[in-house]
């Protein structure tokens, strides 16, 4: 690590804790009510109910994002894929798909109640409607990106489609495929906590609604809290893939 | 001399778009002698490039004859040709030798041959030492050194070049007008190098072919008597200014 990085993590640290600081500041000398904003502290205390099960209720919530997300992953390149390999399969499906995104996928919340019950399933389901069609769009797009000198080079050593496949096209459009899935990290966190809101028994946004009538929101920040937290621990796993398959100078930022 | 290793006779492209047809080579003919350099110059929209694919193999003609190859030099459509384009085309994600590599792979060649052909070719064009790293820690004209390299690693017969050093400022594209000739001695094949700079048309050529645009049609075809190697200080010769002048005359800029 060189010393303007180290310096550019200590700044990002620093500006965190500030934020925490103010907070608590904040909360203490201007007399802010508990069921208005509790202090870090009393959000940090709301761990120590176990009436609350929250360790439970992050496997769950986990799950759903994750769940959802990976099937969004493997469906959304799976499509695109087959888009670039068939296309008059994209030109008949691709217009539907972009029909279909218009629909605001919360509003589907009921209806999947209805059609599938409510619990992980249905949440996995929002989760992936969600997050499925950044993911065909970037990585339709970045397979549509070769260069057509590139693709005469292949021609004049009688290369075939597959080689073309494989040695150009993929892992050219490996950064449109991550720019998709880490627009996607982020949507896949706020599905599963609506399919939560709509309808469910367990998981942390169930926990929201549940502690909202009794006002306890200290409870509530500490479920912020820890959603954020697994989606960012999501957007860091994608990130660190990202690192490990991407090449520095052909990432999209 | 024995048999041409290129031979064109009345070679004639037609593109046809929405029911407009538009001549983008008439009656081109000329041959090839094996070893040679042979610049096709010209502005744009004279065909140069069209004829370099139909060379490739990469676009059809309408009529006339295109042979590559003799008895004593047969050619394999697949195996002896090697392109470089005016943008290197390297792949970012790929290390340089790895981008050289790339015919090898796509041929299926051995790759432990190949793989030290590839660093005895980075030497060759100048790039020894940098086999391992990726192309934007190298500059432009080290980018389009490692796609010459990458032209040669399958020791094709014939290097088709389309505008190589266009992209590149003047002073480097001087320098890699020296290089080439250099490459080009050393590595003993023949190449097709299409350009519109006049001066760099003669500079490289044994051989300089002009084509005028509307209608496009080959204007010229001459030998260039400049001895090699050939040196930076020929271009202030008699001789040299009589070439371009030459040109210069038969595109109507004189």
Same mark, same amino acid.
């Given at each position: 690590?060189?010393?303007?990085?180290?310096?550019?993590?200590?700044?990002?640290?620093?500006?965190?804790?500030?934020?925490?600081?103010?907070?608590?500041?904040?909360?203490?000398?201007?007399?802010?009510?508990?069921?208005?904003?509790?202090?870090?502290?009393?959000?940090?205390?709301?761990?120590?109910?176990?009436?609350?099960?929250?360790?439970?209720?992050?496997?769950?919530?986990?799950?759903?994002?994750?769940?959802?997300?990976?099937?969004?992953?493997?469906?959304?390149?799976?499509?695109?894929?087959?888009?670039?390999?068939?296309?008059?399969?994209?030109?008949?499906?691709?217009?539907?798909?972009?029909?279909?995104?218009?629909?605001?996928?919360?509003?589907?919340?009921?209806?999947?109640?209805?059609?599938?019950?409510?619990?992980?399933?249905?949440?996995?389901?929002?989760?992936?409607?969600?997050?499925?069609?950044?993911?065909?769009?970037?990585?339709?797009?970045?397979?549509?990106?070769?260069?057509?000198?590139?693709?005469?080079?292949?021609?004049?050593?009688?290369?075939?489609?597959?080689?073309?496949?494989?040695?150009?096209?993929?892992?050219?459009?490996?950064?449109?495929?991550?720019?998709?899935?880490?627009?996607?990290?982020?949507?896949?966190?706020?599905?599963?906590?609506?399919?939560?809101?709509?309808?469910?028994?367990?998981?942390?946004?169930?926990?929201? /609604?549940?502690?909202?009538?009794?006002?306890?929101?200290?409870?509530?920040?500490?479920?912020?809290?820890?959603?954020? /937290?697994?989606?960012?621990?999501?957007?860091?796993?994608?990130?660190?893939?990202?690192?490990?398959?991407?090449?520095?100078?052909?990432?999209?930022? | 001399?024995?048999?041409?290793?290129?031979?064109?006779?009345?070679?004639?492209?037609?593109?046809?778009?929405?029911?407009?047809?538009?001549?983008?080579?008439?009656?081109?003919?000329?041959?090839?002698?094996?070893?040679?350099?042979?610049?096709?110059?010209?502005?744009?929209?004279?065909?140069?490039?069209?004829?370099?694919?139909?060379?490739?193999?990469?676009?059809?003609?309408?009529?006339?004859?295109?042979?590559?190859?003799?008895?004593?030099?047969?050619?394999?459509?697949?195996?002896?040709?090697?392109?470089?384009?005016?943008?290197?085309?390297?792949?970012?994600?790929?290390?340089?030798?790895?981008?050289?590599?790339?015919?090898?792979?796509?041929?299926?060649?051995?790759?432990?041959?190949?793989?030290?052909?590839?660093?005895?070719?980075?030497?060759?064009?100048?790039?020894?030492?940098?086999?391992?790293?990726?192309?934007?820690?190298?500059?432009?004209?080290?980018?389009?050194?490692?796609?010459?390299?990458?032209?040669?690693?399958?020791?094709?017969?014939?290097?088709?070049?389309?505008?190589?050093?266009?992209?590149?400022?003047?002073?480097?594209?001087?320098?890699?007008?020296?290089?080439?000739?250099?490459?080009?001695?050393? $590595?003993?094949?023949?190449?097709?190098?299409?350009?519109?700079?006049?001066?760099?048309?003669?500079?490289?050529?044994?051989?300089?072919?002009?084509?005028? $645009?509307?209608?496009?049609?080959?204007?010229?075809?001459?030998?260039?008597?400049?001895?090699?190697?050939?040196?930076?200080?020929?271009?202030?010769?008699?001789?040299?200014?009589?070439?371009?002048?030459?040109?210069?005359?038969?595109?109507?800029?004189?």
């Amino acid at each position: 690590m060189t010393g303007t990085q180290l310096q550019r993590y200590s700044l990002a640290v620093l500006s965190h804790l500030a934020l925490v600081a103010v907070w608590h500041f904040f909360v203490v000398y201007g007399n802010v009510p508990k069921f208005v904003m509790p202090s870090p502290y009393a959000t940090l205390h709301a761990l120590l109910v176990p009436n609350y099960r929250w360790l439970e209720n992050i496997y769950v919530t986990s799950i759903e994002i994750f769940g959802g997300y990976i099937l969004a992953v493997v469906v959304g390149i799976g499509v695109a894929l087959l888009f670039s390999w068939f296309r008059w399969l994209e030109l008949i499906v691709m217009p539907l798909l972009v029909s279909l995104n218009m629909i605001p996928k919360v509003a589907l919340g009921p209806l999947i109640i209805v059609w599938f019950k409510y619990g992980i399933g249905p949440n996995i389901m929002m989760a992936f409607a969600i997050c499925f069609f950044p993911i065909v769009l970037t990585t339709a797009r970045g397979l549509r990106e070769v260069e057509p000198d590139l693709l005469d080079l292949v021609r004049t050593l009688k290369g075939s489609r597959w080689q073309v496949f494989t040695k150009i096209q993929l892992p050219g459009a490996l950064p449109y495929i991550f720019s998709g899935m880490k627009v996607a990290a982020i949507l896949a966190v706020a599905g599963a906590i609506v399919g939560e809101f709509l309808g469910s028994d367990r998981g942390l946004g169930y926990l929201m /609604l549940q502690v909202q009538v009794t006002l306890d929101t200290a409870a509530m920040f500490m479920a912020v809290i820890l959603i954020t /937290l697994i989606g960012g621990i999501l957007y860091l796993m994608v990130l660190g893939l990202e690192r490990l398959l991407v090449v520095s100078d052909a990432r999209l930022s | 001399m024995g048999e041409p290793f290129i031979h064109l006779a009345g070679v004639t492209k037609v593109y046809r778009s929405r029911g407009a047809e538009f001549l983008a080579i008439s009656e081109a003919s000329f041959d090839v002698e094996p070893g040679e350099l042979v610049s096709l110059v010209g502005p744009s929209g004279c065909g140069k490039t069209t004829l370099l694919k139909i060379l490739a193999g990469l676009h059809s003609h309408e009529s006339g004859e295109v042979r590559i190859g003799s008895p004593s030099q047969p050619f394999d459509p697949s195996r002896d040709i090697g392109m470089v384009f005016q943008q290197p085309l390297l792949l970012k994600w790929r290390r340089i030798i790895d981008n050289v590599l790339l015919p090898a792979e796509i041929l299926g060649l051995p790759m432990d041959a190949s793989r030290s052909r590839a660093r005895d070719l980075l030497a060759l064009v100048g790039l020894a030492g940098h086999e391992e790293k990726y192309p934007y820690e190298l500059s432009g004209g080290m980018q389009q050194r490692a796609s010459i390299a990458r032209a040669l690693i399958h020791d094709p017969k014939l290097i088709l070049m389309d505008e190589p050093f266009g992209a590149l400022d003047a002073l480097t594209r001087e320098k890699m007008n020296l290089e080439l000739l250099r490459i080009w001695q050393e $590595a003993q094949k023949t190449i097709v190098f299409v350009t519109h700079g006049i001066t760099e048309a003669v500079f490289l050529g044994t051989r300089v072919i002009v084509f005028t $645009a509307g209608p496009a049609r080959m204007a010229d075809n001459f030998k260039v008597e400049l001895p090699h190697p050939r040196t930076l200080d020929m271009k202030t010769h008699e001789k040299f200014g009589d070439y371009t002048r030459r040109i210069y005359k038969l595109l109507g800029m004189e």
